[in-house]
Structure formats: structure tokens, C-alpha cells
């Protein structure tokens, strides 16, 4: 509650507030991020770690949220907040309905990037990796574990397509719950998951003098051949690590 009553008081102090004035603590030096404190130099594992953290911190709603962005065919960006929902050795896992925008830019392009932001932490992970649909029965299986009015809510919408009103969208809701009744399953839309695979995971802990704390994994092709013990160190599973200067 204390980093929360901070920024209110930062925008109360004036009827304008300026951007350029705004500023919070970070971290303190004692409590750097430090290569020796990593007890697996495996990605996923400071990530579960972190995101711990993250779910135990009150002031922190929604620990899964994370932004989502593409590039078009065209070589467009686009960046949304999506909930991944899951994340393990192979990845990272978000659900959409497949005729969306993000959908058409992962068809065109599976590269993408994931960025995690725990303000109250003064912490980020940003992911970077090749996004790949995970199968329909995976997919229809998480489906039905969602609430019925969700399930309903993702069959209504024709996700990034124009509407009329949202009376249409209301209409058309309507329309599948008298066609489904009080307890008809809801079928599978044009719905279901990604799983993002990883080939670059980077922590980033905010330091108040700015010299924040950057380490990046990174693993693919040819990577251990820059482990040099100096720059570029060996990590686990096929991962090397490095610090990035700020």
C-alpha cells in the first residue's frame, strides 16, 4: 500500500502533474541483482522465482499480465496486454481467438515478444521467441475450464473486426445464450492457445541511481561458442547468460 499511496500523492501535489518531474525509488545498491544470487542459471527457473514474488505482492493484481507484441506481413507493430497462462520448460502460453489481429501477425511473422512489468517490485522480464498454436484438444480443454460467461463472451466476439454498437455484441450474445439454454456446452470458437518458445529471456531490476540491473539469457544455434567466462557465461539446458549495461 505504501508504493501505491506514494503515486497518489506524487499526482495530488499537483492540478498538472509533469511527466518529466515524476520518480519513484528503485532498489538500493545493497539489494542488486547479482549473477551469484541466480541459484539455477536456467531462465525459467529465476522466472517461476520472480513470478512467485510477484503473486504474493498485494499491491500486484494480475501477475500474469504481460504485453504482447507482433509485427504485421507489412511490418507493422502492434501491442496488446494479454494473461499468459501458462509457463513452463517449453514456454510461454496466452489464449486468443484466432481471427484477431495479433492471430493474422503470428501467421505472418511467429516472432514475437513478451514483457512482464511488476512496478511495485521495481521488476521486468522481457521474453523474446517464436510463437506456435498448441493443439486443439489443449486448447478446448482450458476452454471449458473457464467460466460460461467467458466461454459465451469469446463465441459473441469476432475479436478485432469492426461492430456496429455494442447493443451488437449484446444481441449477439443473447442470441447463443437462448440458443444453448441454461446448461447446453458452449462449443469451441475460433479460439485457443499459443506457446511461445523462448530463445531469449532478460531480467531487468530497477536500481534509484539508474544503474539498473540487466541480465539476459539467451540459446539457439551457435550461442555456447561465445561463452568466453568474462562477457558471456555458461548457464543450464543450453542457456548462456550475460549482464547488459543499463
Not at 528503485?26 to 529465476?46: G, Q, T
Not at 500474469?64 to 511490418?75: I, Q
Not at 455484441?169 to 443473447?174: K, N, Q, R, S, W
Not at 442470441?175 to 506457446?195: F, H, S
Request: hydrophobic share 40%.
Amino acid at each position: 500500500m505504501k508504493f501505491l499511496q506514494t503515486v497518489r500523492k506524487m499526482s495530488q501535489s499537483s492540478p498538472e502533474v509533469q511527466l518529466s518531474a515524476l520518480r519513484l525509488k528503485y532498489h538500493d545498491r545493497k539489494d542488486a541483482f547479482l549473477e551469484e544470487n541466480i541459484s539455477v542459471k536456467n531462465p525459467i527457473c529465476v522466472f517461476r522465482d520472480w513470478l512467485d514474488l510477484a503473486l504474493k505482492t498485494p499491491e500486484i493484481l494480475e501477475a500474469n499480465a504481460a504485453a504482447l507484441a507482433t509485427v504485421s506481413a507489412d511490418g507493422k507493430p502492434s501491442n496488446r496486454f494479454v494473461l499468459v497462462k501458462d509457463a513452463t520448460a517449453e514456454g510461454f502460453t496466452f489464449f486468443t481467438n484466432y481471427g484477431s489481429r495479433k492471430a493474422a501477425d503470428i501467421a505472418a511473422n511467429p516472432n514475437v515478444a513478451i514483457s512482464f512489468y511488476w512496478l511495485p517490485l521495481r521488476r521486468s522480464v522481457r521474453i523474446e521467441g517464436m510463437a506456435e498454436k498448441i493443439s486443439r484438444e489443449d486448447s478446448l480443454k482450458y476452454f471449458h475450464q473457464r467460466p460460461r460467461a467467458s466461454q459465451i463472451g469469446s463465441a459473441a466476439s469476432p475479436q478485432s473486426q469492426q461492430i456496429p454498437s455494442r447493443s451488437y455484441l449484446d444481441e449477439v450474445e443473447a442470441g447463443i445464450k437462448q440458443k444453448l439454454g441454461a446448461d447446453g456446452e458452449v462449443p469451441l470458437p475460433n479460439w485457443g492457445g499459443y506457446l511461445v518458445r523462448p530463445d531469449l529471456i532478460e531480467f531487468w531490476q530497477g536500481q534509484t541511481d539508474r544503474l539498473h540491473d540487466r541480465i539476459r539469457f539467451r540459446r539457439g544455434a551457435g550461442v555456447e561458442s561465445e561463452i568466453d567466462g568474462k562477457l558471456v557465461h555458461k548457464g543450464e539446458d543450453g542457456w548462456i547468460y550475460e549482464r547488459l549495461a543499463p
